[in-house]
């Protein structure tokens, strides 16, 4: 796959769509092979490629850079676990699933309830669905809780004081994110993931015809 044609707003689709349930790439992988980019087109390709590649890695890693500027002030803490999770969010699998574990957790306990928390029907004509796809949460549009956890950790970033600190763990997480992606050699496991990804998004998107 030529990275260097992938624009931005495609590899944020993509990042959007793609399932994040996978595990991190293991620390002998993420560390292990750092070279200067000879070019800035070898760099553009590169750094989209392990954007994609390594994405649960630098989800962890800023995190964690976030968690520890946050080790004395406990309202902070929550309001970064409420911001990645609104984040999080927009990322149709992670959504989904949440969704269904959530649903199936409150069936245990109220079957009546968890009958109420199930997504609306969504018509199909001719073996395709009327329209795209809307991603729902227990039964609630996305956007919803998306609105509500972002609500509530701009007002526990406000309580804490903590905004300028996020700030400062934000721009140190992302810029190690940047210099990693930048200098890491992309191995031919990543450029076969890539492949095998790009594969069955093609399978699926002729299977729905």
């Not at 999770?85 to 109220?110: H, Y």
Request: charged letters at 20%.
């Amino acid at each position: 796959m030529d990275w260097g044609n992938v624009t931005a707003e495609d590899l944020i689709d993509a990042l959007r769509e793609v399932d994040w349930s996978s595990p991190p790439r293991p620390l002998s992988e993420f560390f292990s092979r750092f070279t200067i980019p000879r070019s800035y087109v070898k760099w553009n390709s590169r750094i989209k490629c392990n954007l994609y590649y390594y994405r649960t890695n630098y989800f962890i890693l800023i995190v964690l850079i976030l968690g520890l500027g946050f080790l004395r002030r406990p309202l902070a803490i929550l309001a970064a676990i409420l911001t990645a999770l609104s984040i999080a969010f927009l990322n149709d699998s992670f959504a989904s699933t949440f969704g269904e574990k959530v649903t199936r957790t409150v069936r245990q306990f109220s079957p009546h309830l968890a009958a109420k928390m199930r997504p609306p029907f969504t018509p199909v004509i001719r073996g395709r669905p009327s329209a795209k796809r809307a991603i729902y949460i227990c039964g609630r549009p996305r956007w919803m809780f998306v609105f509500i956890f972002s609500s509530v950790s701009f007002t526990l970033w406000y309580v804490s004081c903590g905004l300028l600190t996020v700030l400062w763990a934000l721009a140190i997480a992302l810029l190690a994110t940047v210099l990693h992606a930048s200098f890491r050699t992309p191995n031919l496991k990543a450029r076969l993931n890539t492949f095998r990804e790009e594969f069955r998004a093609v399978w699926r998107n002729y299977s729905e015809l």
